[in-house]
């Protein structure tokens, strides 16, 4: 099935997971974004993007880049989906306005995406990383992400994190 969304994003400038912040924005656009989807809501989906995010662990973080010689938070987010056939935008700012928005953590699935703030600004989002795994209580979650040591496993639950996240977007989703 194909979908189309279509998102109102700030555009123009370069995007950095750690910086957020866009250069040169001169005014608002739309991109359409199209998701080749063969079920909605399929856990077999879900996993295989997490399979497909865990042959990365270790590769090198490089801002700006998108390919297994390195990435930024976004450029791994976008490149997995997009080696599922699923197309994301490529900047973790505008990431966060796509899918659904999951409000609770106990609802997070393998496969959603997870955001944080950059530093401990909760209103800018600076982070994206891919949830692997969310614990039995509901209270924690595991991702994937592309950090400043490289492609790894964090937990959310950790002080770090824990004080940055902001929320959480399926984009495995019934529309």
Not at 5 to 21: D, E, K, W
Request: with cysteine.
């Amino acid at each position: 099935m194909k979908l189309k969304n279509t998102i109102t994003a700030l555009a123009f400038g370069f995007f950095s997971c750690y910086c957020a912040q866009a250069t040169n924005i001169e005014r608002n656009t739309t991109i359409d974004v199209t998701i080749d989807q063969d079920a909605d809501d399929d856990p077999e989906k879900a996993e295989s993007i997490v399979q497909t995010a865990l042959q990365y662990i270790g590769t090198r973080y490089r801002a700006g880049q998108s390919s297994p010689k390195g990435f930024d938070c976004s450029g791994f987010t976008s490149y997995v989906y997009k080696k599922e056939n699923l197309s994301i935008t490529r900047s973790s700012r505008t990431q966060y306005r796509e899918g659904t928005p999951i409000t609770q953590i106990a609802d997070l699935q393998k496969g959603d995406l997870v955001f944080f703030g950059r530093g401990r600004n909760r209103h800018n989002v600076g982070h994206v990383g891919i949830v692997t795994d969310v614990a039995a209580d509901g209270n924690s979650f595991k991702f994937i992400h592309a950090s400043r040591t490289g492609v790894k496993i964090d937990n959310s639950n950790s002080a770090y994190y824990s004080a940055r996240y902001i929320g959480a977007r399926r984009i495995l989703d019934k529309q």
